[in-house]
């Protein structure tokens, strides 16, 4: 598989389609069973209070993979990433209830490279916070 999206066709400040990722406690303790981090801090509320964290909060890693499906989506292929970084700014709160946390994530084209790649920057929010810094990927397209 390649990236759908021509290189020709996009330039410097194309807006990606924005996406909102819900996450529940229920999505944690998957996440979980799926990646072998089976810290407290990521379900169990009274262990994240006692840490001094506000509640339990999201994995990191699960917030980082969530942001860059905005850019897999629209690239048609998650193997067109050819590189992926993040900072982690503030953590996803994440309380114990029906709705849970929703992840808002944006992202546009910040430079044209060279050999058919762009440079993505993301910008990803939960509860009007911003929860990842510095947020980029670099993409080859068609």
Do not use: C
């Not at 994995?59 to 690239?75: I, L």
């Not at 993505?120 to 510095?134: F, H, I, N, R």
Request: aromatic share 8%.
């Amino acid at each position: 598989m390649s990236a759908t999206v021509a290189y020709a066709d996009v330039e410097v400040g194309t807006e990606l389609p924005p996406a909102s990722f819900p996450v529940t406690r229920a999505t944690l303790v998957a996440y979980a069973g799926a990646s072998g981090d089976f810290n407290p801090i990521h379900w169990n509320e009274r262990f994240a209070k006692s840490v001094g964290l506000p509640d339990v909060i999201a994995h990191g890693m699960f917030t980082m993979a969530e942001a860059v499906r905005v850019v897999t989506d629209w690239a048609g292929d998650p193997g067109a990433v050819v590189e992926y970084g993040v900072r982690f700014t503030k953590p996803v709160v994440v309380p114990d209830d029906d709705e849970g946390a929703v992840i808002e994530v944006s992202g546009k084209v910040a430079a044209k490279l060279d050999d058919g790649l762009v440079r993505v920057d993301l910008l990803a929010t939960s509860a009007g916070q911003k929860v990842l810094g510095m947020s980029r990927a670099v993409v080859r397209l068609a």
